[in-house]
């Protein structure tokens, strides 16, 4: 008979696998069942040409599985993912439900519960634009320092993104520069700020080089008492007044520093003959410093 003629044929073959199949039904039936939650990462292929997605998807899902020890265990530390093909679809609204049946589980393992099991997809038409970079800054820069200029290079971007938010932006912003405690022009490196949006910058653009000029706050000081004295020695001669006062520009940091010690005033009366005369007094001042007035202008000197 023909089913005699198939259990010779071959029987020892027929006989391992036999075996094998008994061995794995005892070991997948028999072995103690586990119920463990898992992550599985989320990916969305083959989204069509001139599209873009424009929600937030989440990357992962939570599931709960059920089913022998070991395998649970394997799936945790192997990993899968749950792929999602968005091949011809159209611009709109999608709503992608995930049954137990769609998830890459082995044999023996059931999904029991799926969060979230809906996934909502926004698809929009893929729109790039031209923006104005705006740097954005946090911190103070030093006391009597102030900013006097900012660039930005490059100053304008080109973004690809969903079509409503594209036309929404009017410019986009820089991650944020500290100028904390800052008294001298500083350079920094960094991004544009895209958390929120589903933007990206077109070409392979990396960063955005900002360059902050500080300057000290300019100001002005009357400084008195300054003492008037001779240039030349051991000439026969009185002046009036003894002392003058100065007005100085400069930073204001520096400004307050200032020791009447730290100005020199002096007269000359080379050349000068007996009489009386109203000479310019010289003034030498600290370096960073600019002389605005002297007062008196002139001293009276009565040569002898």
Known sequence: MRWQAFFRKNWVLKLISLAFALLLWFFVVGEEKA????SLPLELVNIPSGLVIANDIPSSINVRVYGPRSMIRALAVQGVLKVIDLRDTAPGNITVHITPNSLPLPAGV??????????????????????????????????????????VHP??????????????????????VDLSGASGTIVREVGLDLQALHVVPAGDLESIEVTVY????????????????????????????????????????????????????????????????????????????????????KIRVTVY
């Open 155 to 176: 100053s304008r971007v080109v973004l690809s993104g969903p079509e409503k938010e594209i036309k929404s932006l009017e410019e986009i912003k820089t991650l944020p």
């Open 35 to 38: 119920e463990i939650s898992i």
């Open 214 to 297: 500080i300057i000290p706050i300019q100001g002005t000081r009357r400084i008195t008492h300054i003492p008037v004295t001779l240039k030349e020695t051991g000439a026969h001669v009185s002046w009036w007044p003894k002392i003058v006062s100065v007005r100085l520009l400069g930073p204001t940091i520096k400004l307050k520093k200032v020791k009447t010690t730290d100005i020199e005033t002096k007269i000359s009366v080379k050349g000068l003959q007996r009489g009386t005369y109203w000479v310019k007094p010289e003034c030498s001042i600290p370096p960073g410093f600019t002389l605005l007035k002297v007062i008196p202008k």
């Open 110 to 151: 059931r999904a029991m519960r799926i969060e979230p099991s809906n996934i909502e997809i926004v698809l929009e038409p893929l729109l790039r634009s031209n923006f104005r970079v705006k740097p954005v800054f946090t911190g103070s820069v030093a006391r009597g320092y102030k900013i006097l200029k900012v660039e």
